[in-house]
Structure formats: structure tokens, C-alpha cells
């Protein structure tokens, strides 16, 4: 079992062509380079190259290449690697996607703005026979949930909030389950995620009526000692969001959960008054409603996003939080020897 | 506060053109018009009439008009008040549509059949300047929600299942409040509510990510002394649809919620092993999720779907479920003592 293999799609849910030329535009800001780095740093098997306009000052360090160049080295699509302010294609990138539709790429974008808005662009794809494919839109005929159990092991990726980490976390389980000979696919439930894994579905834009039944489409039968690793979104607590995290729960009926959190995080995210729950009701509210379309479910673990701390007093709060739980706590960017027990409790 | 102002619309929801003309095709089973007797029920003020083809045996019991006829008594539309099996709008019924548009009515459907699928309807509706309404679409722009608390009170009805009276339950509340003279408005979340309504959203419709912003739009601020009564959605124990559930207890932030069951079912309808939850678990895990949204939600008792028991053995078993419960237990249909206990208590 390698890397690549734990990136799979299901049938069903969106699949992305690939591998992909990473198109980073113009741009002159690394934080809105996300996309792109994420993609070299988790799927560089899926990147061809890269292909900066004149002025852009931001590199994931692929080779540069146009896109009959990338096309000539069997790139299937141009994806947009790019997430500015406002998810605008700029007027100075929409030459570059047509030269990709004429070089016989496909185009796969994140962006709010949608490709087909981009005068011409429809019309020429469909000429050349060629896909625009936006990331954000769900793919059409998702199933109403059965709740029937499905083969095969399950991981979910949960949080006490949004935006702390449960995509770079399972992701790094997928990885170090891979890593360990387990045979593992990441199951990607947001844009980014569904880039890096070539295919899944964006959750947060199903219509909630079938909110459950695509987190069982994400996850399909698989062998029996076969796991997914599922990216959690939302949060249970959160008061805007927690029927996203609800319906992917009871779809992904996981075996085991790992709780995500952000130790300092006081409040919910964009939410003020809205204090964030503890990670013990956390654990307890996900086991609780989990049971529900898996009863064997249980928590493995927790964790810890302390990019915002020191290394020795990550690991001090992250040894004293294991013991006050009696679970394993780490940090899957510090990885090490935290991170290994946690994978152990995972696989236990 | 009578009935009909029980049935405002909030903004920003769908607001339908009201009175109707109610279409009833050419049906001869009456389990296929209870759209149409749903309405005459609830919403008598909105009905000028109806409009049946030859063949049609079944009656709601209004004046037949045409609908020009309709239209001269002030009709705004034409309502198809038809629920046949499969949602199909059949070819039969096609030219009293046209013939509706013609005579100045927009059309109101919420058949799964959109009305822009028949050919040349929405391009004479264009040329007329009428509007073809599917109710199963919801409404554009819809926001993400704020969890921020509303001013006025709010009533949610919830289940130990689907399709067991909660609709039904709320109506029956928001017309008893009304008869006690209190300020109050039924909130419709699914198509027959909001037909009756004449507003609202169907909340199974709506994208997830924006599912507790669509309720908060539903049940907007109002006067301190105001009951906002909204129909509940799906269960929260339910497999495939706890999303909209979850979505819809968080948005409508309860300050009291009313359990609908039905005695004897033990099994979550269509889903054969997953087993109805107890009414007190169904409290139990209502008030805890809805807490995060407003702690002051309680509990005022429970309604029972007795239509399959004769009137002494449901006496008999809502009796013994109020004593054991410690809360009113009423059938709404039926009324009585037991139905005002329970309107004491959701007022108290």
C-alpha cells in the first residue's frame, strides 16, 4: 500500500482528471497559494508541474510548464491552485484557461466564481469536448441515506470547531496508516481535500436532504481490513453549521473518531458568545449520535493543532491533556512518538 | 388575532400569490387530493374555489370556477392540490394550465415534476408575465446562520420519526393559540405547510451549509408576546435525514418543544432494524441540542397520532403516558381536555 493508493475516489462522487498542471497565476502572496502547496505537499504524484504568469513571485517549486508542455507529459487537467480574496479569477487568468481548453486540458477550479461564468469559456470547452469542473458544486443524483452498515473500517475527523485542522489531520492518518502497511483511502469532504484526493464530495454544499446518504456514497463497502479516513467539516456545537457535521456522521458511520481542537480556542469561530464545548463533550456528543448508524463506534484520540506554540510547551500541554483524557494527544504536523500511540489507539 | 393573520409569511422566504384556485385534475382517489383538502381545512380563507376535469370524482367541496371565473373573484393563482403517486403532472391537466395563464393566474405546483419541464409553459408564462412556482424549490440567497437569539417565542414541533403528525401538530397549536387570542404564526418547513401558509421553506431542500440560516429566516424577530409555531422536520434519530433535523432545531432556537409520536410504531419508518427511539430519549437529546442555541428551551409535553385507535383505548394510553411522562399527552385531532392541558403548558 503506498501514498497514492490511499487517495482513491468512490464511484459515484465527484473524480477529478488528473494528474493535474497546477496553475498559480500572477500571484505574489503565499497564503493564497494554499491550494497548490497542499496539492505538492499531499498529492505530488498528481502534479505534473506548475505554471506561473509573468509577475507571479509564489512557486510550489514544480517545474514550469505550459500547458501543451504538461499536456505532452500526460496532465489531464489545468487546476486552479489559487484561493484569493473574494475566490475571483482574475481577467489576467482567463487567457490562460483558454490556452488550456486548445492544449487539451480539462479546467478544475474552488473558486466562488464559477468557470462557466467566464464569458466563452463553456462554449470553447464544449467544441474541444473539454470538462469545467468546479469543485463546489456537488455531483448530481446523491442517494437519501440508507443507514445501512457498510464493510470495511472507518475513521471521522471531528472537532470541537471549524477551521482547526480536521482535513491535515486525516490526512495524516491516511498517510501514516499507508505508511504503516494498512490499506487506507482519505475520504475528501471539501475542495481542498477533494483536489488532493482527486474526487469525493463537497458536503457543505449538499442539499441536506442527502446529506447523510453522500458521506455513504464517500465511503463505500470495502474489504475488511480496508479503512477510510474521512475529513470531518463542521462541528456538531457549531450553531450555523452542525447539520453538515451530523449528516456526515451518521454517512460515515465510523468505527473510530479522532477529536480535532485548537487548545487557546475559546470561542466558536465568526461566532462571539458561542463558547467552545470541552473536548470531553466532544468525544461524548459524536460517540452518543455516531452510535446511532454504528454502535461499535469509539474515540481513539485527540488532535492538537499548536502551530501558535512552542515545541516544548506543545508537548507539555499535549502529555498533560493525554493524562487528564486517558487518551493519546498529538500533533500530526509534530508527529512523533504522541503521534504514533495515537495511530496504535486508532488501529487498537 | 385570528386564524388567517396565524398564517403570515416571514420575508425572505417563499411567498406564494394567495388566494388560490385549487386544481384538482381529473382524480378519483381521494388520498391523491389531500393537498387540496389539507388546504380547505386549514387555509379556507385562501381558497376561492376549485377546479376539477370531467372525470374527476373527487371534490373538496368548493365552488367549481374556471379559472377565469376565479380570477374575477380575486384568485392569484392556480394551485395544483394534487399529490398523486410519483409527483407527475399528467398530460390530462396541461391545457388548464395554459388556460390558468391565460386568464391572468400564476401557478403553484409541488409536484417533483417542475412546471418549467412542460414544453412551451414557461415561455407563454415569460410572454404573460406570470410566474410558475415549484414549492420544493427553495427560495435563492438563502443565508448562513447566525446563531445570534431572536426576540419573540418559538414553538417547534419534533418527532420520534418522520410522517406522524407534526405538521398537523403545529397547525393544530398555532389555531389553539390563536383561539386563546394569542399573537401567533404557523411557520411552514415542508411543501404542504407552505402551501397553507402561503409561505415559508422546505428545509429538506435547502443546501446544508445554509439549513440553520434558512430556519432563522423562517422564524424572523417579532413582538416579546409573539409564538412563532414551526413545523417541524425528520428526527434527529432518523439515518438519512437528522441533518435537516439538526439544521432546522438549531436555526428555530425553541424556547419550547412539543414530541409528536405514534403509539405502536417501533421501527423508523422505511428503515427496517433501526429502532424507534423512546419519547424520553427524543425530549432528552432535543433540549440538549437545542440548548446551544437557547438554553431556555423546554419541553410542554407530547402529542400522540392516534388515528388508528379506537377513542377509549387512546384515552386510556394517553392518560397512563401523562402520568408516567410528567407532561401533557394529547392527539390534536381529537382534542378535548387532554389537548388544552397541553396548550396550558406550551403557554405557561
Given at each position: 500500500m503506498n501514498i497514492?493508493?490511499s487517495?482513491k475516489v468512490s464511484t459515484?462522487?465527484?473524480s477529478?482528471?488528473?494528474p ?5 497565476g500572477?500571484?505574489?502572496?503565499r497564503?493564497?497559494a494554499?491550494?497548490a502547496l ?7 504524484e498528481k502534479?505534473v508541474?506548475e505554471?506561473?504568469?509573468p509577475?507571479?513571485t509564489v512557486?510550489a517549486g ?7 508542455q504538461?499536456e505532452a507529459?500526460g496532465?489531464?487537467s489545468?487546476l486552479?491552485?489559487v484561493?484569493n480574496?473574494?475566490g ?8 490562460s484557461?483558454?490556452?488550456?481548453l486548445e492544449a ?6 474552488g473558486?466562488?466564481?464559477r468557470?462557466?461564468?467566464i464569458p466563452?469559456?463553456?462554449?470553447r470547452?464544449?467544441?474541444l469536448g ?6 463546489r ?5 446523491l442517494?437519501?441515506g440508507?443507514?445501512?452498515?457498510r ?9 470541537t470547531d471549524c477551521?482547526l485542522?480536521?482535513k491535515?489531520?486525516a490526512?495524516?492518518?491516511?498517510r501514516?496508516?499507508a505508511a ?17 484526493a482527486?474526487?469525493?464530495v463537497?458536503?457543505?454544499a449538499v ?17 475488511p481490513?480496508h ?7 463542521g462541528s456538531?456545537?457549531?450553531?450555523s453549521y452542525?447539520a453538515?457535521?451530523l449528516g456526515?456522521?451518521h454517512?460515515s458511520?465510523p468505527?473510530v473518531?479522532v477529536v480535532?481542537h485548537e ?5 466558536v469561530?465568526?461566532r ?6 470541552s473536548?470531553e463533550?466532544?468525544i461524548e456528543?459524536?460517540?452518543?449520535l ?5 454502535p461499535?463506534?469509539?474515540c ?5 493543532n ?5 515545541a516544548d510547551e506543545?508537548?507539555?500541554?499535549m502529555?498533560?491533556?493525554?493524562e ?11 508527529g512523533g512518538e ?8 486508532c488501529?487498537?
Amino acid at each position: 500500500m503506498n501514498i497514492e493508493s490511499s487517495f482513491k475516489v468512490s464511484t459515484g462522487s465527484l473524480s477529478l482528471p488528473q494528474p493535474y498542471l497546477l496553475f498559480l497565476g500572477d500571484t505574489t502572496q503565499r497564503g493564497y497559494a494554499k491550494t497548490a502547496l497542499g496539492l505538492r505537499d499531499w498529492a505530488p504524484e498528481k502534479c505534473v508541474g506548475e505554471y506561473r504568469l509573468p509577475g507571479a513571485t509564489v512557486s510550489a517549486g514544480l517545474e514550469q510548464l505550459t500547458p501543451a508542455q504538461a499536456e505532452a507529459r500526460g496532465a489531464q487537467s489545468l487546476l486552479i491552485g489559487v484561493a484569493n480574496s473574494g475566490g475571483v479569477i482574475a481577467d489576467g487568468w482567463v487567457p490562460s484557461l483558454f490556452e488550456a481548453l486548445e492544449a487539451g486540458l480539462d479546467i478544475v477550479s474552488g473558486m466562488h466564481m464559477r468557470l462557466a461564468d467566464i464569458p466563452g469559456l463553456a462554449v470553447r470547452a464544449q467544441e474541444l469536448g473539454r470538462q469545467l469542473i468546479d469543485v463546489r458544486d456537488p455531483p448530481r443524483g446523491l442517494p437519501v441515506g440508507t443507514g445501512r452498515k457498510r464493510s470495511g473500517m472507518r475513521l471521522l475527523t471531528v472537532g470541537t470547531d471549524c477551521a482547526l485542522g480536521k482535513k491535515y489531520t486525516a490526512l495524516a492518518i491516511a498517510r501514516a496508516f499507508a505508511a504503516r502497511g494498512v490499506d487506507a483511502d482519505f475520504r475528501a469532504t471539501g475542495q481542498t481535500g477533494i483536489m488532493i484526493a482527486g474526487g469525493g464530495v463537497p458536503m457543505d454544499a449538499v442539499v441536506s436532504d442527502f446529506e447523510a446518504g453522500a458521506a455513504e456514497l464517500v465511503s463505500p463497502d470495502a474489504a475488511p481490513g480496508h479503512w477510510d479516513v474521512v475529513e470531518g467539516q463542521g462541528s456538531l456545537f457549531h450553531p450555523s453549521y452542525a447539520a453538515v457535521s451530523l449528516g456526515l456522521l451518521h454517512g460515515s458511520q465510523p468505527d473510530v473518531i479522532v477529536v480535532c481542537h485548537e487548545p487557546g480556542r475559546e470561542e466558536v469561530m465568526g461566532r462571539p458568545g458561542y463558547k467552545l464545548p470541552s473536548i470531553e463533550e466532544t468525544i461524548e456528543l459524536n460517540l452518543r449520535l455516531g452510535a446511532r448508524t454504528n454502535p461499535a463506534i469509539r474515540c481513539a484520540g485527540v488532535s492538537f493543532n499548536t502551530a501558535h506554540m512552542d515545541a516544548d510547551e506543545a508537548a507539555a500541554l499535549m502529555a498533560a491533556e493525554s493524562e487528564r483524557l486517558g487518551l493519546p494527544v498529538a500533533d500530526p504536523i509534530r508527529g512523533g512518538e504522541a503521534f504514533d500511540r495515537l495511530m496504535d489507539s486508532c488501529l487498537a
